[in-house]
């Protein structure tokens, strides 16, 4: 099966820019997760979506960051604006249902880098 | 949800040596899984243990699970270079299929 497909692949940006990112699932998986990995940390999960609904998004800084999930395949995550802090790979992530016990299979990332 | 915690945070050792990395956590879980990111790329899933299995193997990759301790281990036997990567440890519990990484172990596997 097609893996997780993620745009762009690197992306530098001036702080206070806006940035969208793009993330197409695996064809079938309902759940979707955006995740920042900040260098050297594990990733910290951004966002969880059920199908085209949001399931958790405790961990979004809504002043600025936003996503979506049309029709419930692609999402697109958005910052809003930018601060140098947000450099980061963001990562995202599907599986088929999210419920165990599936694993989730991981996109390559985008790399954001803020200056 | 809760996130697993590794150690060692980084290990090195020689190629053809085995390489075992463990995880801690703190409540009760449904099942474990383990994931490999190497530099610059998105995690991968290795292996899934559930709460009431103790041992699965997967190729060179062998891993324990003691509910009663709330601990995992992985062991990599006759490492390669090209498992030079972090490792990552995810417990998850409760029904959310929520998984929180922890900051991981790195492994280096030299020629």
């Known amino acids: 099966e097609a893996g997780v497909a993620q745009s762009p692949r690197y992306k530098i940006i001036e702080k206070r820019q806006s940035v969208a990112f793009w993330c197409n699932p695996i064809?079938?998986?309902?759940?979707l997760y955006w995740y920042q990995q900040i260098l050297g940390q594990g990733p910290k999960l951004l966002i969880q979506?059920?199908?085209?609904?949001?399931?958790?998004d405790s961990q979004l800084p809504k002043d600025r960051f936003s996503a979506e999930r049309l029709k419930g395949v692609d999402s697109t995550l958005k910052i809003q604006p930018a601060k140098l802090e947000d450099s980061a790979v963001y990562l995202c992530?599907?599986?088929?249902?999210?419920?165990?016990?599936?694993?989730?299979?991981f996109g390559s990332g985008t790399r954001l880098t803020v200056v | 949800s809760q996130q697993g915690e590794e150690d060692p945070q980084a290990l090195s050792i020689q190629e053809g040596e085995n390489a075992t990395m463990n995880c801690s956590y703190k409540t009760s879980i449904n099942n474990l899984q383990w994931y490999r990111q190497n530099s610059g790329r998105g995690l991968v899933h290795l292996i899934l243990i559930r709460s009431n299995e103790r041992e699965k193997h997967s190729g060179r990759l062998r891993v324990t699970l003691d509910t009663s301790k709330k601990s995992s281990s992985l062991l990599i036997t006759a490492s390669r270079a090209a498992d030079t990567a972090s490792y990552f440890c995810?417990?998850?519990?409760?029904?959310?299929?929520?998984?929180?990484f922890g900051q991981g172990t790195t492994l280096q596997v030299k020629p």
């Open positions: 064809s079938g998986h309902a759940t």
């Open positions: 992530a599907s599986s088929r249902r999210g419920t165990i016990p599936y694993g989730y299979t």
């Open positions: 979506f059920q199908n085209n609904g949001v399931v958790d």
């Open positions: 995810a417990p998850l519990g409760g029904n959310t299929g929520k998984l929180i």
